[in-house]
């Protein structure tokens, strides 16, 4: 079965980085886009970046381009979220998702605190 697993979250003060790992299982991870999304509290959730298979391709929310790089290892079924010059309104959990089969998957998510 589909398992995505997040971790590298945590509390960090304004202007510092994190790095968010995802290690996924249970398909084959090469051949499928991943993305990141994030929730913050009252918030709905929204798509963070996604990455295509190869990752030769990726795509960022406005409010993180030039700040967050979403990048992956094949051989390792991980996708990463590097996050640098963080906010305040980066807070929220971060999610894994994946598209299999027609259907949207998601990992436990991981929080990501900034304050300082």
């Known amino acids: 079965q589909v398992q995505l697993v997040e971790s590298g979250g945590g509390l960090v003060q304004p202007g510092g980085s994190l790095r968010l790992s995802c290690a996924a299982s249970?398909?084959?991870?090469?051949?499928?886009?991943m993305s990141w999304y994030r929730q913050a509290p009252g918030k709905e959730r929204e798509l963070v970046a996604a990455?295509?298979?190869?990752?030769?391709?990726?795509n960022y929310a406005d409010s993180v381009k030039g700040r967050f790089t979403i990048s992956r290892d094949n051989a390792k079924n991980t996708v990463y979220l590097q996050m640098n010059a963080m906010k305040p309104e980066d807070t929220a959990i971060y999610y894994c998702?994946?598209?299999?089969?027609?259907?949207?998957?998601w990992g436990q998510g991981t929080q990501v605190t900034v304050s300082s």
């Open positions: 998702n994946v598209i299999y089969g027609l259907q949207g998957y």
């Open positions: 249970g398909f084959t991870f090469s051949t499928y886009v």
């Open positions: 990455i295509t298979s190869a990752g030769g391709t990726s």
